[in-house]
């Protein structure tokens, strides 16, 4: 069943430790995204990816650092956690378009990954 | 740059109340509608979409149509059930020609709906 996965689902962990958050797809996307989603639910796009060895800094200004080695893996890394990175993180993909300006660009997410940094 | 406003909430409904939501969105060009919903603990999943105006998307009893004149796509639903108790996302995604096409998200608007 094509599908969107991220592990882990919960993460707590001490200020100062490396970590990364995976993202996988099997729907064959090019394109990738994480989101970072505050408190109040808001989204804010951190990264993104056109696809394989394409990376892009979002709306958001991030810590974190991405990598698209396959099609199908995008992980978030974060060198040095802190409270502040507390959040929850989605990870969502869509396929490229045929057309140049093509209708729409529907994404699909995965169930996401609730950070805690103590 | 783009942008999608809809009301605050929290929305709290008895249950089988008419529900809208409201959203309004600017863009430049001719962007594409999607309402997409976050169920607790979950991810978002799009409930509906439009591509163009005057278009109506509709699935599990929800609609919504792309008014151009007024630059707006209400999410309406005629009867609410416990079971729709969730975050709703409106967003649009601007029609830029190829490559990386932005998605720009409203802040969420989360119901409540009580038995």
């Known amino acids: 069943e094509a599908d969107i996965y991220q592990t882990p689902r919960y993460l707590v962990i001490g200020t100062g430790k490396k970590i990364t958050l995976e993202c996988s797809q099997t729907?064959?996307?090019?394109?990738m995204y994480w989101y970072q989603q505050d408190p109040g639910m808001e989204l804010h796009l951190i990264h993104y990816?056109?696809?394989?060895?394409?990376?892009e800094k979002g709306d958001l200004s991030s810590e974190s650092t991405v990598s698209r080695i396959r099609t199908e893996h995008f992980p978030l890394t974060l060198e040095s956690a802190r409270p502040s990175h507390t959040s929850q993180y989605l990870c969502?993909?869509?396929?490229?378009?045929?057309?140049?300006?093509?209708?729409?660009?529907?994404?699909?997410f995965g169930p996401g990954t609730r950070l805690t940094v103590l | 740059g783009d942008s999608v406003t809809q009301m605050e909430g929290p929305v709290t409904l008895s249950e089988e109340a008419f529900l809208t939501i409201n959203c309004t969105y600017t863009?430049?060009?001719?962007?594409?509608l999607f309402w997409y919903v976050q169920y607790p603990g979950e991810g978002l999943q799009l409930l509906l979409k439009?591509?163009?105006?005057?278009d109506k998307g509709s699935n599990k009893g929800f609609e919504a149509t792309y008014r151009k004149e007024t630059t707006s796509f209400h999410l309406e639903k005629g009867s609410v059930q416990v079971s729709d108790s969730a975050v709703y996302f409106c967003?649009?995604?601007?029609?830029?020609?190829?490559?990386?096409?932005?998605?720009?998200f409203g802040t969420g608007t989360k119901l409540q709906v009580i038995p």
């Open positions: 969502a993909s869509s396929p490229r378009l045929g057309l140049a300006g093509g209708p729409y660009n529907e994404q699909f």
């Open positions: 729907m064959g996307h090019d394109k």
């Open positions: 990816s056109y696809g394989v060895n394409s990376t």
């Open positions: 863009a430049t060009g001719y962007p594409s």
């Open positions: 439009a591509t163009k105006a005057d």
């Open positions: 967003a649009l995604s601007d029609s830029g020609s190829g490559g990386y096409q932005k998605v720009t």
